[in-house]
């Protein structure tokens, strides 16, 4: 997880600083731009121009407000979606290498445990990744002491994949938390010194009061977006746990009569 998150980083500020310094070459050579336009004759060329100039613009007005907010709560906000976003990317493929065909398990353990018993289906939970195909070796090495004691392995074991399944989500609802709060905080801040230039002056100046609130509210939108940004991963994430868990305790149930089904034939 430590070297997830170092690598997020570093890859964020070699991006932030490419960035900044080809926003740098388009402000330094204005003309040179314009002239290549000029050139350019065919509506493609002149849409593909358009779009970059879009972003350009974008991407300045972005920065521009990120430094009007302020560097410090701007940055504990920012921080929070980097964070935010490592742990749903991380959770994200856990997730689909944990999903399983449980359909296509259970044919396979069916068949193994006609063919060669109980170690040949172990071996086929072995080769099969998952918490489904975990949960199947752990009822299957307990089968000889009796269906009663797979049943209560399967669910013991089927609550520590559960577990494993929910790992740091509760720290990405944190973030969700935590970074309307940072906007709020930098409000009352912001806010707070817009009186204290007003207090200052000794006069009720509409353009003082304007520029004070303008940049105090731009943290408290910035600390909402990124608030919905990780409340869509973080309820996607917890529909995949749902869709997942729901297939474990079916697959269970199917492995448990299986077991049953296989005893009698003994």
């Known amino acids: 997880m430590k070297k997830l998150f170092a690598l997020i980083a570093v890859f964020g500020m070699l991006f932030m600083g490419a960035s900044i310094f080809a ?3 388009t402000t330094d050579a204005p003309a040179a731009e314009e002239v290549a336009v000029q050139k350019v004759t065919a509506p493609a060329a002149t849409t593909d121009a358009e ?11 972005l920065k521009t407000k990120f430094i009007e907010g ?6 504990a906000v920012l921080l929070t979606l980097i964070f935010g976003l490592a742990l749903a990317f991380e ?13 296509k398990l259970l044919g396979a353990v069916e068949d193994a445990l006609k063919d060669g018993g109980v170690e040949a289906a172990k071996e086929v939970c072995r080769e099969t990744r998952g918490p489904v195909a975990s949960i199947f070796f752990q009822g299957l ?8 004691v797979v049943e209560k392995s399967v669910v013991s074991y089927g609550s520590v994949q559960m577990g494993l399944l929910e790992k740091n989500l509760s720290w990405i609802s944190l973030f969700i938390a935590i970074a309307p709060m940072l906007g709020f905080m930098g409000t009352v801040i912001g806010m707070i010194n817009a009186f204290d230039q007003i207090q200052v002056q000794g006069d009720m100046s509409p353009t003082v009061v304007a520029g004070g ?10 600390g909402l977006m990124v608030a919905i940004i990780l409340q869509i ?11 997942i868990v729901n297939k474990m305790e079916d697959a269970s149930i199917s492995l448990v009569d299986m077991l049953v089904k296989h005893n009698l034939k003994k």
């Open 91 to 103: 959770r994200v493929i856990y997730l689909n290498l944990a999903a399983t065909n449980t359909d």
């Open 141 to 148: 090495d307990r089968v000889n002491e009796g269906i009663d």
């Open 23 to 25: 926003q740098d070459e």
């Open 233 to 243: 991963f973080y309820n996607y994430l917890v529909s995949q746990i749902d869709g």
């Open 70 to 75: 302020g560097a410090g709560f701007m940055g």
């Open 213 to 222: 609130i303008k940049i105090a509210l731009i943290t408290t939108v910035t």
């Open 51 to 61: 779009d970059q100039g879009g972003i350009a613009v974008l991407h300045t007005t």
